[in-house]
């Protein structure tokens, strides 16, 4: 079982930086392909970045070039460097994981989520 804590959320100017970070409870972290989702709203949560256990990454067309998606396999934490933030980048962010089974991302496990909010 793989339990998962975001942090570093909170309120920021337009332009401004946040950095999530989300730590992994359980042995298997360094095997999990990770990543962030957001929801905004009365929208539907969307894929904002992953991660594989490769360190290989993938973004949003929304996030590329302002934000970047780490992990620290050995503090078992996956970070969210978000600059340039925009309005539009408000949301509830949340991290998950999982492992990828014939090709498919079982991202099973899910974070609480954590508030992001950009002011302009």
């Known amino acids: 079982q793989v339990q998962l804590v975001e942090s570093g959320g909170g309120l920021v100017q337009a332009g401004g930086s946040l950095r999530l970070s989300c730590k992994a409870s359980g042995s298997i972290f360094r095997f999990n392909d990770m990543g962030w989702y957001r929801q905004a709203p009365g929208k539907q949560r969307e894929l904002v970045a992953t991660?594989?256990?490769?360190?290989?990454?993938n973004y949003a067309d929304s996030v590329k070039d302002r934000f970047t998606i780490s992990r620290d396999n050995a503090k078992n934490t996956v970070y969210l460097q978000m600059n340039s933030l925009k309005p539009e980048d408000t949301a509830v962010y949340y991290c998950s994981a999982g492992p990828v089974v014939a090709g498919t991302w079982k991202n099973d496990y899910w974070g609480q989520g954590t508030q992001v909010t950009v002011s302009s």
């Open positions: 991660i594989t256990s490769y360190f290989s990454t």
